[in-house]
């Protein structure tokens, strides 16, 4: 079955770092990748998507790029603020012969000091 | 346009009392989906539904039902509620194969 691996954390950075989470995936077909974040006490919203192997997303300063040839969709943002402290959740959309769903890995929490 | 909600936010249950989540979403959506959330875990999916009158199990169903009456609205039910129950439970629509919108969560505890 399809299955996503994302970088344990906790993430710890001060402000202005490079941040990268790393996340790789298994799955057959053609998946669409997403970045989710949920901030404290919060539910998660979504950050970026892809669609298609080679695709960029992008937003808030974050990037992913979907590359089919290494299975991987890690996210990056080149000066992180305290503001981004949350955690980060990469999934893998998929039909798999079924119901579209999506399938989630476990979580990378991210804490930015000032 | 309040995307979508749950209702109750935090509810504290004894072991083999019974309770009903509502998840409601105004944005038209087919799909809606109830998720647990564990420490270390991630999100697994509980059940799903992929349109009104319809329903099915996810990764994790057991000792879990589910309703879609209306289109807007999806039920989550414990009929005998146990410790291993106590999670954060969120809900979420989308449209067909599409990125999920989700609820701010309900905060179950069972003691």
């Known amino acids: 079955g399809d299955s996503v691996t994302q970088m344990e954390g906790p993430v710890t950075l001060s402000e202005e770092a490079f941040l990268t989470i790393n996340c790789t995936y298994t799955?057959?077909?053609?998946?669409?990748l997403f970045w989710y974040v949920q901030y404290p006490g919060e539910g998660l919203q979504l950050l970026l998507k892809?669609?298609?192997?080679?695709d960029k997303g992008s937003n808030k300063g974050f990037e992913a790029t979907y590359r089919k040839e290494t299975t991987s969709f890690h996210l990056e943002k080149g000066s992180v603020q305290v503001s981004d402290s949350a955690v980060y959740f990469c999934?893998?959309?998929?039909?798999?012969?079924?119901?579209?769903?999506?399938?989630f890995g476990k979580g990378t929490l991210l804490t930015v000091n000032p | 346009n309040a995307g979508v909600t749950q209702t109750p936010k935090f509810r504290v249950l004894k072991t083999g009392q019974s309770m009903t989540l509502l998840c409601a979403q105004d944005?038209?959506?087919?799909?809606m989906y109830w998720y647990r959330q564990d420490p270390g875990m991630g999100l697994r999916l509980i059940h799903y539904?992929?349109?009104?009158?319809?329903?099915a199990k996810g990764e994790v169903p057991d000792g879990y039902n589910v309703s879609r009456l209306k289109k807007q609205n999806f039920l989550l039910g414990l009929e005998s509620a146990a410790p291993s129950q106590t999670s954060v439970y969120f809900c979420?629509?989308?449209?067909?194969?599409?990125?999920?919108?989700f609820g701010p969560g309900t905060r179950l505890t069972v003691t």
């Open positions: 892809a669609t298609k192997a080679d």
């Open positions: 979420a629509s989308s449209p067909p194969a599409d990125e999920q919108y």
């Open positions: 944005m038209n959506h087919e799909y």
């Open positions: 999934a893998l959309g998929n039909s798999g012969g079924s119901n579209y769903k999506l399938t």
């Open positions: 539904s992929v349109g009104e009158g319809t329903t």
């Open positions: 799955a057959t077909g053609y998946p669409s």
